[in-house]
């Protein structure tokens, strides 16, 4: 009888604390919370937590000479934390605990972070490098939403296709190499391990499958849908593992594990300066990509320096140093002249709008078809990511 | 009479209150921090999470729970996991009972100090760097490479074979130390007995140490067995495409941000380790924790 009773009593004060933790939302359509931008900026913390993907916030720690985080703390004297993620979600789960200030969110979280109102408009008027961004980067749907701004562009690139240039031959130019059931490196493959993958799986059928009519790789009807998942369950068979971790992947190419996979031009730099014989390009049906934008938590108790790093990560100097070592084209478009390879913008395209709309960016799929079709209802990040679990088996 | 004089013999006087007061500071602790996290979980699984921005609605469904059973991609995983786990058990007694009884049975004091220090030694080590060395060992130009090729074979290379030898030696320590202390219990006069009476040491061995020793190999078990139940970090690093159920709940909450789905599929391994230990009670196993 007493025990009873003391269960329930403990259950009850479970679900109080349970209930208090959290807040239902509605969810559906994409209204932001009401947030506001700051109007000035008062004096500089001293702490800043930093979120980023690995290679965007170096401070020394991976290679002493690759270090910009170093003179910004000189700089402002803002002690920085950086923590690095390897895909969106684990940077949206991470920004969901309020305890970072600024982000590097690419198109895929950023929409997130805005709709569950974990990071604030951005007055761009207190970053004064923003005015060089360029031109086609600033408010755009992954980084604006009804024309407010809610964050600063960073940079963009595409998610390459990289093998060992000694164990692959000829080189290939179509993703084909890791989707076609009878590849020559069955077994030898890496994907990355993130249900966005998907989208690369539609993006391979919407050149070698028109009948299907996909128009957008992030927009995906039930048919077209199930045709990207029943290409990955046939990929599965050949994959020698899924990759998220960068690192790891450049330890797999290194060692021959894999010989083929979509790699980021920071992991075939890696690779390289391990004197590993690694190649990458952008195949010929194109690519999924990034467009990253750094973003402030609204919670942030560290606002003023989270605005100078803003700042400070996309003026001239230091956006050509990120640029150069990710291996991404920067948003700055003073940065070209600071690159220390003088070719370095001309071949990541930087300047090329053009160009840059070709790449197919990650974006958060959603029930209502982002290709503007009324008449189906798309397959949102929900089923995505259950569609991800059953890939994988 | 004083307070403190009036408590104390009240206190007395009153030997249940007594124990209660002293016992409810590491009952409250075992009842939050243990049963009401256990509570809280299982709770979280009939909520749902917005799909869009991950944040949790509390919205009472065994929806979850029937995407769970209906869903055969879970069963699959839950049976590779116990699958994986039963093969770590097994392999882990395998190699732990020769040792634990040469340790306990043959081995001089001395040696018998030392073989405890170098079992014990890993456990002070990192996870990681030992499960990033077996990557290392295993890889494609690793010294199982060149080791099996030397006999015209291969490496196994990542997959469910290396998770489970990585996670096999992850726990062995966990394995021996039971045995080993179960065989020390054995007295020496029941061998000299069985051989007096014209036992071989297999016989003896198989109707003498066996029986005695079950209970301890059981215990070790559990160790193996829930340990590996729960891994996810093993997997990622040598299991090459393969998912453990630890990784379908840190990719809910990881990569989907669905806590709630990640509470469910987190039950399946605290029933089966509560069937587990319901079944190995009997042995008398739990004794010899």
């Known amino acids: ?393 | 009479m004083s307070i403190p004089t009036a408590v104390s013999s009240f206190l007395y006087r009153k030997p249940r209150i007594r124990l209660g007061l002293l016992l409810s500071g590491p009952m409250a602790w075992l009842g939050v921090a243990y049963l009401a996290a256990l509570a809280a979980l299982f709770v979280t699984a009939f909520w749902r999470a917005d799909s869009f921005t991950g944040k949790v609605i509390i919205d009472w469904s065994m929806d979850n729970f029937h995407t769970l059973f209906t869903d055969k991609v879970y069963r699959a995983v839950t049976m590779r996991t116990i699958g994986i786990a039963v093969g770590v058990t097994v392999l882990d007694a395998v190699i732990a009972f020769p040792m634990a009884l040469y340790m306990a049975k043959v081995a001089t004091p001395r040696a018998r100090r030392m073989l405890v220090i170098a079992i014990m030694t890993p456990l002070w080590a990192s996870y990681l760097v030992k499960v990033y060395s077996w990557r290392v060992m295993l890889s494609g130009n690793g010294v199982m490479h060149w080791l099996l090729s030397q006999f015209g074979l291969d490496t196994p290379g990542y997959g469910l074979f290396a998770t489970t030898l990585t996670l096999a030696y992850l726990w062995l320590p966990y394995m021996i130390l039971p045995i080993y202390a179960g065989l020390d219990r054995l007295p020496d006069s029941l061998l000299d007995a069985s051989s007096d009476l014209g036992g071989r040491s297999w016989q003896t061995i198989r109707s003498v140490v066996a029986p005695m020793v079950l209970p301890s190999v059981v215990a070790g078990s559990i160790f193996t067995f829930s340990l590996t139940l729960g891994d996810y970090i093993t997997v990622k690093i040598v299991g090459g495409p393969s998912q453990m159920l630890g990784n379908v709940v840190y990719d809910n909450i990881g990569a989907a941000g669905n806590l709630p789905f990640a509470a469910t599929v987190a039950c399946i391994p605290v029933v089966l380790i509560l069937i587990y230990l319901a079944a190995v009670r009997r042995t008398g196993a739990l004794d010899n924790l």
């Open chain 1, 1 to 393: 009888m007493y025990r009873k009773a003391t269960l329930a009593g403990l259950f009850c004060a479970v679900l109080t604390v349970a209930a208090c933790g959290t807040q239902s939302t509605s969810s559906g359509g994409f209204t932001p919370p009401k947030l506001e931008a700051p109007t000035k900026l008062g004096a500089a913390e001293g702490a800043l937590n930093v979120l980023a993907w690995p290679g965007y916030a170096e401070n020394g720690s991976n290679d002493p000479t690759v270090n910009w985080v170093g003179p910004f703390e000189a700089q402002t004297g803002c002690k920085v934390n950086v923590k690095t993620f390897g895909t969106s979600d684990e940077a949206v789960n991470l920004m969901g605990t309020g305890q970072y200030d600024v982000v590097s969110a690419s198109g895929d979280a950023s929409l997130r972070l805005i709709a569950s109102g974990d990071v604030a408009p951005v007055n761009t008027a207190l970053v004064p490098n923003y005015a060089d961004t360029f031109a086609y980067l600033k408010n755009r749907p992954w980084n604006s939403v009804n024309n407010v701004a809610y964050g600063i562009p960073h940079g963009w690139g595409a998610n390459l296709l990289a093998w060992r240039g000694d164990k692959v031959a000829p080189a290939p130019t179509s993703w084909s190499v890791m989707f076609d059931a009878n590849s020559p490196y069955k077994g030898k493959i890496t994907p990355y391990d993130s249900p966005i993958y998907i989208a690369d799986a539609a993006l391979y059928l919407m050149a070698h499958h028109p009948d299907l009519g996909i128009k957008n790789p992030y927009a995906l009807d039930d048919k077209q849908f199930q045709a990207a998942v029943d290409l990955l369950k046939q990929q599965r068979g050949n994959v020698s593992e899924y990759w998220s971790d960068y690192l790891k992947e450049s330890q797999a190419f290194n060692s021959g594990n894999s010989l083929v996979g979509t790699a980021w031009q920071v992991t075939v730099n890696t690779a390289k300066t391990q004197g590993t014989d690694i190649d990458a390009t952008l195949p010929s049906e194109g690519a999924t990509g990034w467009s990253d934008t750094w973003m402030v938590s609204a919670k942030s108790p560290h606002q003023t320096c989270a605005y100078q790093w803003m700042n400070y990560i996309v003026s001239p100097k230091v956006n050509a140093q990120v640029a150069e070592y990710f291996g991404e084209a920067p948003a700055n478009s003073k940065a070209c002249a600071q690159t220390q390879d003088t070719h370095f913008c001309d071949t990541y395209h930087a300047a090329d709008a053009a160009f840059a709309s070709k790449i197919s960016y990650w974006t958060t799929p959603l029930a209502q078809c982002l290709d503007g079709r009324t008449n189906v209802t798309c397959a949102d990040y929900g089923k995505w990511t259950r569609a991800w679990t059953e890939i994988k088996g």
